[in-house]
């Protein structure tokens, strides 16, 4: 079953660092997602990409962040100067465009934990 | 705005019992409803959804939901718990037709005790 894979598993970064999570969403979906979990808190969103550019993105996703399809396979979130309070748990989705395809569910990675100290 | 709630941060069950794990939701228009189950370490499995149609739907590994417009809520059920089923469980809306990211409550652990 095809499945959405994120690298690396555990990022761990000093303050002002920035850092790149990767993630290689299913490969016939066109809609992708970003999502963080601070430990003990909600699933948050953070940003949504279609037909390479952004559709929607949160309050959360602020001028450090950005994102990026460098290619047919991957998609990138960019965090330019690590701050302590974006230590969290950081996970990918992707959603196929097929039939309606608003019906369609998003699917998960299993998330990359960044630790920034 | 839209938001979700999912009152039991800890639900314990019997293997064998039948268990239920409580989401209310709040939108401005119609709800797209999801279940999500998370495993240690794991990424956020999708179980079920509710768009449109039949009230009751059935999902991955025996899980079913019943969609209830007046009382907004959409719990997650199965007949017979196995220990198995242990995981954090999320309930998540988001609105047909606009916005296309989910809303997520704050989980559930379901424990099933053996």
């Known amino acids: 079953e095809p499945e959405v894979t994120q690298t690396p598993s555990h990022q761990v970064t000093q303050m002002g660092q920035e850092v790149i999570l990767r993630c290689v969403p299913i490969?016939?979906?066109?809609?992708f997602y970003w999502y963080r979990q601070i430990l003990g808190q909600k699933v948050e969103f953070l940003v949504s990409f279609y037909n390479n550019e952004i559709s929607e993105k949160s309050e959360i996703f602020d001028d450090q962040f950005s994102v990026e399809r460098p290619d047919g396979s991957n998609f990138t979130l960019k965090i330019r100067s690590t701050k302590l309070e974006d230590s969290a748990m950081y996970f990918c989705?992707?959603?196929?465009?097929?039939?309606?395809?608003?019906?369609?569910?998003?699917?998960f990675g299993p998330g990359t934990r960044l630790t920034v100290l | 705005a839209q938001s979700v709630a999912q009152p039991e941060d800890q639900v314990n069950v019997a293997e064998g019992n039948p268990l239920t794990v409580k989401c209310t939701y709040s939108?401005?228009?119609?709800?797209?409803l999801f279940w999500y189950v998370q495993y240690p370490n794991r990424g956020l499995q999708f179980l079920l959804k509710y768009i449109t149609g039949d009230n009751l739907v059935k999902g991955s590994y025996g899980f079913e939901a019943e969609f209830n417009k007046s009382q907004t809520s959409f719990h997650l059920k199965k007949p017979s718990a196995l220990v198995s089923d242990s995981a954090l469980y999320f309930c998540a809306v988001r609105v047909s037709g606009s916005a296309r990211q989910l809303t997520f409550g704050s989980g559930t652990q379901l424990t099933v005790l053996p």
């Open positions: 490969s016939n979906h066109l809609y």
């Open positions: 989705a992707s959603r196929s465009d097929r039939g309606k395809s608003s019906y369609n569910e998003q699917f």
């Open positions: 939108v401005s228009g119609n709800p797209y």
